[in-house]
């Protein structure tokens, strides 16, 4: 399996432009997570799904974040209008759940600079 | 609520020496402990867990991790670090059927020729 994949790798924009993050999730998990890295907040928990039904999402910050998972393999996290401070990695992670005690599985990130 | 504290940024050690990175959590209920491992530009990779039963954990890499329930803390061991070693080190707590993994802040640990 290819793992989690995200894109794009890197995203440059204007503020109050229209940001889209996409994710694939490794084939068969049923969970997809989407996180946020930066040096101020650490690692933050957005937003996760279960078989494609947004569980909590009380981790996005504001309405300007909406998350979207229309089908098993494929999620978006979009920012409208995006802002200076949302300039962050974003991390998209999926697992087979089992109990909690299952390990995430990591994109690579997309690195969000918000001029 | 669950949370997890690595009380240093940072922490440099000499290859062949051994090394540990320090991680404390809080829970209401038994925990799950994780530690996962960033090389630049990359994602989270997962090392070790500690879900029951023996309290030395061991995962990938040579790393091995320690629960210890009455300090409340699992840290992370390794008994000769590596160059290679030198990465963002990151602890995570869940408790059962709560899908809300914390993480720590992260460590960077630094292995010097």
């Known amino acids: 399996d290819a793992g989690v994949i995200q894109s794009p790798r890197h995203e440059v924009t204007e503020m109050g432009q229209e940001v889209t993050l996409r994710c694939k999730p490794i084939?068969?998990?049923?969970?997809l997570f989407w996180y946020r890295q930066t040096m101020m907040r650490g690692l933050e928990l957005l937003i996760y799904?279960?078989?494609?039904?947004?569980?909590?999402d009380s981790g996005m910050p504001e309405d300007r974040f909406s998350a979207k998972m229309p089908n098993a393999s494929f999620s978006t996290l979009k920012i409208q209008p995006s802002e200076p401070r949302d300039s962050a990695v974003y991390f998209c992670?999926?697992?087979?759940?089992?109990?909690?005690?299952?390990?995430?599985?990591f994109g690579s990130g997309t690195q969000l600079s918000v001029l | 609520a669950q949370s997890v504290a690595q009380p240093e940024d940072q922490v440099n050690v000499a290859e062949g020496n051994p090394l540990t990175v320090k991680c404390t959590y809080s829970?209401?209920?038994?925990?799950?402990l994780f530690w996962y491992v960033q090389y630049p530009n990359r994602g989270l990779q997962f090392l070790l867990k500690?879900?029951?039963?023996?309290?030395l954990v061991k995962g990938s890499y040579g790393f091995e991790a320690e629960f210890n329930k009455s300090q409340t803390s699992f840290h992370l061991k390794k008994p000769s670090a590596l160059v290679s070693d030198s990465a963002l080190y990151f602890c995570?707590?869940?408790?059962?059927?709560?899908?809300?993994?914390?993480f720590g802040a992260g460590t960077r640990l630094t292995v010097k020729p």
């Open positions: 084939s068969g998990h049923d969970y």
């Open positions: 799904f279960n078989n494609n039904v947004p569980i909590d």
């Open positions: 995570a707590v869940r408790i059962y059927n709560n899908n809300d993994m914390r």
């Open positions: 829970v209401s209920g038994n925990p799950y």
């Open positions: 500690y879900i029951t039963g023996d309290n």
């Open positions: 992670a999926s697992s087979l759940r089992t109990g909690g005690f299952e390990k995430l599985f």
